[in-house]
């Protein structure tokens, strides 16, 4: 089966527009879900960070709310506890795409820190929209996409459809109004076919090789609909 890279943050928090900083990292459900489906449906995942630190999980994320209940937060705990994909990942900066049939981004916060505006994972999403390999991302994790510029300078997801973690959500979040910036005005501003949903509603946009996903809620179709592109 086919081996494919998770794109992770390496930071542990967020920083807020007065300076603070916000305790963050990924959402559990958008790397377990994914995970979980993409392992049992007998795939290799290989995680790389920006220098290879083993990712933060956003303790909130934890949360029984934010799983539906207790069991599945434990769930999702043992998960994230027990990855050896997780608890060893690769230099971001080593990565050879050739290796890789497919990339996933996983969100919460986090990428909004980092991989926002990191050149490394910035080549690399170059190097895969002309591949013609399949890229998935989830949440806040498009955040990632504003790394990727042309020669010229532009964005190389300009004209592409595609959705993200929305104003409306990150408002009913709490963060809206303590952000340096918004994902969805971004995603906006660079060009991209911003496509919304209801707030928290299940939401996967597809556009060419480019899979992504509104919210938590939407990483378990933007994973099945990796899998259908691998096959």
């Given at each position: 089966?086919?081996?494919?890279?998770?794109?992770?943050?390496?930071?542990?928090?967020?920083?807020?527009?007065d300076?603070?900083k916000?305790?963050?990292?990924?959402?559990?459900?958008?790397?377990?879900?994914?995970?979980?489906?993409?392992?049992?449906?007998?795939?290799?995942?290989?995680?790389?960070?920006?220098?290879?630190?083993?990712?933060?999980?956003?303790?909130?994320?934890?949360?029984?709310?934010?799983n539906?209940?207790?069991?599945?937060?434990?769930?999702?705990?043992?998960?994230?506890?027990?990855?050896?994909?997780?608890?060893?990942?690769?230099?971001?900066?080593?990565?050879?795409?050739?290796?890789?049939?497919?990339?996933?981004?996983?969100?919460?916060?986090?990428?909004?820190e980092?991989?926002?505006?990191?050149?490394?994972s910035?080549?690399?999403?170059?190097?895969?929209?002309?591949?013609?390999?399949?890229?998935?991302?989830?949440?806040?994790?498009?955040?990632?996409?504003?790394?990727?510029?042309?020669?010229?300078g532009a964005?190389?997801?300009?004209?592409?459809?595609?959705?993200?973690f929305?104003?409306?959500?990150?408002?009913?979040?709490?963060?809206?109004?303590?952000?340096?910036?918004?994902?969805?005005?971004?995603?906006?501003?660079?060009?991209?076919?911003?496509?919304?949903?209801?707030?928290?509603?299940?939401?996967?946009?597809?556009?060419?090789?480019?899979?992504?996903?509104?919210?938590?809620?939407?990483?378990?179709?933007?994973?099945?609909?990796?899998?259908?592109?691998?096959?």
């Amino acid at each position: 089966m086919s081996k494919i890279l998770f794109v992770m943050t390496g930071v542990d928090h967020w920083t807020l527009a007065d300076g603070t900083k916000h305790p963050t990292g990924f959402w559990a459900e958008e790397f377990v879900v994914p995970f979980e489906k993409l392992k049992g449906a007998g795939h290799e995942i290989v995680v790389a960070t920006p220098g290879g630190v083993v990712p933060s999980v956003d303790k909130g994320s934890l949360a029984p709310e934010a799983n539906g209940g207790q069991e599945t937060a434990d769930h999702r705990a043992r998960v994230i506890g027990t990855s050896a994909e997780l608890n060893n990942p690769v230099d971001l900066a080593k990565v050879d795409l050739a290796d890789y049939a497919a990339v996933f981004y996983p969100g919460g916060h986090g990428p909004m820190e980092d991989l926002a505006v990191d050149a490394d994972s910035g080549r690399l999403l170059a190097t895969i929209l002309t591949s013609g390999k399949p890229l998935a991302v989830v949440c806040h994790a498009p955040a990632a996409l504003l790394a990727a510029k042309g020669e010229d300078g532009a964005n190389l997801f300009a004209g592409y459809a595609l959705t993200g973690f929305t104003n409306a959500e990150e408002t009913q979040a709490g963060f809206a109004d303590k952000a340096r910036w918004l994902l969805q005005d971004r995603l906006v501003e660079i060009g991209a076919d911003f496509r919304e949903a209801d707030p928290w509603a299940p939401n996967v946009v597809v556009d060419r090789t480019l899979i992504t996903g509104q919210n938590p809620a939407s990483s378990a179709g933007v994973a099945d609909e990796l899998l259908k592109t691998l096959g």
